[in-house]
C-alpha cells in the first residue's frame, strides 16, 4: 500500500517536534543541570523595583531616572514612593510657560523679582507667576489669575503668548526690588 507523499508543511511540523523533544536534553547536556540560587526578599524586591523603574523609563523617555524610598515602619506596615520628575528647563526671561505644579501642566506667566544687595548685586532672585486661565465655559473668557510666588518654578518650556494677547495684558501687581 502506497501512502501519499509527505507535503512540505508536514515534513517541516514533524522536524519541529523532534527538535523541540530533544533540546532540553541537548541543553542539560551542554550546561550541566544548574541550580538556582533563591533570593532573599530585599535581592527580590530590589530587582523588581530595577525592572520597574525599566519599565517606565521607556513609558516616559521625558523624565530624570526614577527615585525610590521604601521603608519599613515601627507599627508593622511600610512606606515605598517611585518618583521621576519631567526635566524642567532653565528661566528664558519675563513670559508665559507651561509649568509642573504637583504634577499637573499649568501655564503661567513669569516674571523673574531680584533681591540686591547696597552695592547692586543680586543676592536672591525669585519668580513671580500669574496663571493663564483659558475658560471654556462662560464664553470663552481668558485672563490673569493672582498672583503666585515662586522661589524656584519648575519649568517644563516657554509657550508663545495666545492670539490677542500681549504682555500689557498682565496685571504686574507687584514691586521689583
Known amino acids: 500500500m502506497l501512502k501519499a507523499p ?10 519541529a517536534a523532534a527538535s523541540a ?6 541543553a542539560e547536556a551542554a550546561f550541566g543541570n544548574v541550580e538556582s540560587v533563591p533570593l ?19 513609558m516616559h ?27 524642567f528647563q532653565e528661566f528664558d ?7 509642573s505644579c504637583d504634577g ?15 552695592n547692586g548685586e543680586v543676592v536672591n532672585q525669585h519668580f513671580w507667576g500669574y496663571q493663564w486661565i483659558d475658560n471654556p465655559f462662560d464664553g470663552g473668557e481668558q485672563y490673569f489669575a493672582e ?3 515662586f522661589g524656584e518654578p519648575s519649568i517644563i518650556r516657554k509657550l508663545d503668548m495666545p492670539d490677542g494677547i ?12
Not at 21 to 26: D, H, S
Not at 93 to 99: A, E, N, S, T, W
Open 104 to 118: 499637573y501642566r499649568v501655564p503661567y506667566w513669569l516674571q523673574a523679582a531680584f533681591q540686591k544687595n547696597a
Open 93 to 99: 526671561g519675563d513670559g508665559l510657560y507651561m509649568l
Open 147 to 149: 498672583p503666585r510666588y
Open 166 to 177: 500681549t504682555s500689557d495684558d498682565v496685571p504686574f501687581g507687584f514691586a521689583r526690588y
Open 21 to 26: 523533544a530533544t533540546l532540553p536534553a541537548a
Open 40 to 58: 532573599t526578599d530585599e535581592q527580590a524586591l530590589d530587582a523588581c523595583i530595577g525592572q520597574l523603574k525599566n519599565i517606565l523609563a521607556r
Open 61 to 87: 523617555p521625558l523624565a530624570e531616572p526614577a527615585a525610590h524610598w521604601a521603608r519599613s515602619q515601627d507599627d508593622g506596615g511600610f512606606w515605598f514612593t517611585l518618583r521621576a520628575s519631567p526635566a
Open 6 to 15: 509527505l507535503s512540505r508543511r508536514t515534513f517541516l511540523q514533524f522536524t
